[in-house]
C-alpha cells in the first residue's frame, strides 16, 4: 500500500496531520509508561510499606503481581521478561507473608493462590506448576473448611469454586495434549 492511498485511506489530508498524529501516538506512549511507573512507586513506596496488617500486605502484593502480569499479557522481548520477574517477585512475597501469617481458607490467601497459578499457567506456561499450587491451595482449605468465619464463607467457597474449575480446566486440557501426543 502507497503511503498516499494509506493517508486517503485513514482520513489524514496532508503530512501536518501525520505529524500531529504520530506527536499524539507518542505523548500517549509517554504518558502510559508515567502511568505505570506512578502505580507502581505507589504500590512499592506507600501501600506495601504502609501496610499495618497482614491481609493488607498481602493484598497489597498480590495487586503488584496481577499488575505485572496484566502488563506482561501485552509486553514484548526484555520488557516482557523484565514485568514477568516483576509479577512473580511480588507474588513469592505475598505468598510468604500469606503462608505465614493468613489462615488457608482467608478469602485473600485464596484468591492469592488462584491469581498466582493463573500467572503460571498463562503467563510462565508451568501447567504443572500452575496446578501444583492450585492444589495445594484448594486442598488446605478443604481439609479446614470448619474453620471458615461466617464472614468470609461466601468468599472463601466461591475462589475454592475458581480454583477447582481452574484444575478440572488445565488438567483436561493436559490429558488432551498427552493424548494428541500418543497418537
Known amino acids: 500500500i502507497k503511503m498516499s492511498d494509506w ?13 500531529y498524529m504520530a506527536k499524539l501516538a507518542e505523548q500517549a506512549e509517554r504518558y502510559d509508561d508515567m502511568a505505570a511507573a506512578m502505580k507502581s512507586n505507589l504500590l512499592d513506596d506507600f501501600l506495601i510499606k504502609q501496610a499495618s496488617t497482614p491481609e493488607s500486605k498481602v493484598f497489597y502484593y498480590k495487586m503488584k503481581g496481577d499488575y505485572y502480569r496484566y502488563l506482561a499479557e501485552v ?31 482467608h478469602p485473600i490467601r485464596l484468591g492469592l493462590a488462584l491469581n498466582y497459578s493463573v500467572f503460571f499457567y498463562e503467563i510462565k506456561s508451568e501447567s504443572d506448576k500452575a496446578c501444583q499450587l492450585a492444589k495445594k ?3 488446605n482449605a478443604i481439609a479446614d473448611l470448619d474453620e471458615i468465619g461466617e464472614d468470609s464463607y461466601k468468599d472463601s467457597t466461591l475462589i475454592m469454586q475458581l480454583l477447582r474449575d481452574n484444575l478440572t480446566l488445565w488438567t483436561s486440557e493436559q490429558g488432551g495434549e498427552d493424548g494428541e501426543q500418543d497418537q
Open 75 to 105: 509486553a514484548t522481548g526484555d520488557e516482557r521478561k523484565d514485568v514477568i520477574d516483576q509479577s512473580e517477585g511480588a507474588y513469592k512475597a505475598a505468598t510468604e507473608h500469606a503462608e505465614s501469617e493468613l489462615p488457608t481458607t
Open 7 to 19: 493517508l486517503a485511506s485513514s482520513g489524514v489530508s496532508n503530512r501536518d496531520d501525520l505529524v
Open 137 to 139: 491451595a484448594f486442598d
